[in-house]
């Protein structure tokens, strides 16, 4: 099997813990020069393109600025940092459970989003704890939803990042969430569900359809009053939004979800009322470098159970 050849460091470092954005020139394309290729694949407004360029903003591999005119080779690389967006900040820490020279376990709050895609870059909690920690490689092994709360595993050295993310892709890690939602005393709990879910790009919802399950949870009634509960869930796949979407097929949809059981309108920008009342309250596996073996336990409290007022208000 060819080994696949890693890509140069970046000649640029990172900003406010972002990393460069890199562009490896593709292997037959008809473009003439580094800026025709640049505005044909980039989605940038008229004239971005070629205003970085004069700014020298963009750069090759020995960190130099590229002319409008460099000549298109295929194989090259360029980085860049991109404009961050406006965005607002998420007034709530995320606080550090665990660290030690290999990996952090962090504790994620909600509206955070785990690593920089789309609107949210700089306020993501691998940003924010680059900074927080001054630990530039820092990488995430896995991610949680934007609005879910809870544990988040990152790791340290980029050499034993593989090691780490094999760990959930091969399904030895133990995750536990907790969740607060409508009580329903004709549900027969616990019990294990199983669908198949399918997440199409641009739809916000995923969907449950026909077909072999590829999500399976564990669903427990931990304990109810005034209408309400408090569930444990125990997922063994990780499909996007799969505690979400089977909580919402049971007919107890998560307290504060905006997509299921219906997708209700965007929020305001610096609305942080009534979070999703999710939390990846656990994490437990064996330590793929050192052998040891680990659980770690959130202490957060998802507010709508001691006090419903509280967080509907």
């Known amino acids: 099997m060819r080994r696949r050849t890693p890509p140069p460091p970046s ?17 037959g394309g008809a473009w003439a020069t580094v800026r025709d290729h640049l505005v044909a694949r980039l989605s940038a407004g008229p004239g971005v393109i070629d205003a970085m360029l004069d700014e020298g903003r963009i750069v090759d591999g ?37 660290r030690d020279e290999h990996m952090v376990v962090a504790d994620k709050p909600h509206f955070l989003a785990t690593t920089p895609r789309g609107s949210h870059v700089v306020e993501t909690a691998l940003a924010r704890l680059r900074r927080q920690l001054e630990i530039p490689a820092l990488g995430a092994a896995h991610r949680l939803d934007r609005l879910t709360a809870g544990l988040l595993l990152f790791i340290v050295r980029p050499e034993e990042r593989g090691a780490y993310q094999s760990l959930f892709r091969d399904r030895r890690v133990v995750k536990e969430y907790e969740a607060v939602a409508p009580y329903d005393p004709a549900l027969d ?43 444990r869930l125990v997922p063994s796949t990780g499909q996007t939004h799969q505690l979400r979407v ?68």
Do not use: C
């Open 189 to 231: 709990l616990p019990r294990t569900v199983r669908s198949r879910i399918v997440k199409e790009r641009g739809v916000q919802a995923a969907r449950e359809v026909e077909g072999e399950p590829n999500a399976v949870s564990r669903v427990e009634l931990l304990e109810h009053r005034d209408g309400l509960a408090r569930y």
């Open 11 to 27: 000649p640029l470092p990172q900003r406010d813990g972002v990393d460069p954005v890199r562009v490896r020139l593709p292997a």
């Open 246 to 313: 089977h909580m919402s097929a049971l007919g107890v949809p998560i307290l504060g979800d905006p997509l299921y059981p219906v997708v209700a309108a965007p929020a305001a920008a610096g609305d942080f009322r009534r979070p999703l009342q999710l939390l990846a309250r656990a994490l437990e596996f064996t330590d793929p470098v050192t052998g040891r073996e680990h659980r770690f336990v959130s202490p957060r409290v998802l507010r709508a159970w001691p006090s419903y007022e509280e967080w509907a208000g």
């Open 62 to 98: 020995g960190g130099r600025p590229v002319p409008r005119d460099m000549e298109y080779v295929p194989g090259m690389f360029v980085w860049f940092h991109r404009e961050p967006p406006d965005e607002e900040r998420v007034p709530f820490a995320i606080d550090v459970v665990y």
